[in-house]
């Protein structure tokens, strides 16, 4: 068994999203993919809209997804860190998968230090100029009385309205995600605003749904993540450089 001294980063599973033969077919490679990795991963920062929807009743969860998370328990009984980043899609996690598969999660941003090298992770949704609207929106559901309004609806009616709403989300339309530009992208920007206030070696988002490096400085890069969809892209540490790469089920 090799030595477990890699870290590994993905977002954007979008597990559930419509049609649903695509969600269990994309569940089943990312499974593939993360027992691929268990045998060198160190840890796994997940980063974000993992689901395309979830919210926890006090004794319901979205059905589904068992294979990739009894992966999730799997690999954290072996002793992996896992660490996983609330989403636009998947904001409404409290506790259940922390204490049913060992997972840490994350409400917003995180500033780590890993091999000497800092790391800010967040998932993206709501940084840079612009996107007020969505701004405002992330507000409104991130408060605890909506939480709570969501909460006294049936799950059937609740789960149902989301799934619902999934099938015109942006995920839907196929049209293909295209680079704006350094000085367009909203997430560069966050990032070089960012780095004007405190260095970080490696800014590292999802959510754009486009995997790309772009270095600001000599000493500082960007990584957007990209998605499962489409592109099936992933970064990995190796205790010395940071590499985009794209799995392809073998």
Not at 11 to 38: C, M, T
Not at 185 to 209: M, P, S, T
Request: aromatic letters at 14%; one cysteine or more.
């Amino acid at each position: 068994m090799l030595t477990p001294d890699k870290i590994y980063f993905a977002s954007d599973f979008h597990l559930g999203a419509y049609p649903k033969d695509n969600s269990r077919q994309r569940e089943r490679i990312i499974v593939a993919w993360l027992d691929e990795i268990k045998k060198d991963a160190e840890a796994i920062y997940l980063v974000g809209d993992i689901f395309d929807f979830w919210f926890e009743y006090a004794t319901v969860v979205p059905k589904g997804y068992i294979r990739f998370l009894g992966k999730l328990a799997e690999l954290s009984d072996l002793g992996i860190k896992i660490t996983l980043f609330k989403g636009n899609h998947d904001m409404w996690m409290f506790d259940y998968l922390k204490e049913e598969c060992g997972v840490e999660v994350i409400s917003d941003e995180l500033a780590v230090t890993l091999d000497g090298k800092s790391f800010y992770i967040h998932h993206g949704d709501g940084l840079g100029p612009g996107d007020r609207k969505y701004k405002l929106l992330k507000k409104v559901f991130r408060s605890p009385f909506c939480q709570w309004l969501f909460a006294r609806l049936h799950p059937n009616l609740g789960i149902g309205i989301a799934h619902n709403w999934s099938k015109h989300s942006r995920l839907a339309n196929t049209a293909e995600e295209k680079w704006l530009g350094a000085t367009q992208e909203w997430l560069i920007i966050h990032a070089q605003e960012l780095e004007q206030q405190k260095h970080h070696d490696y800014y590292i988002f999802g959510h754009r749904h486009l995997p790309y490096e772009y270095s600001i400085n000599a000493d500082a890069m960007v990584v957007n993540l990209g998605e499962w969809i489409n592109f099936h892209t992933y970064a990995v540490w190796d205790k010395k450089t940071l590499q985009l790469c794209k799995y392809t089920l073998s």
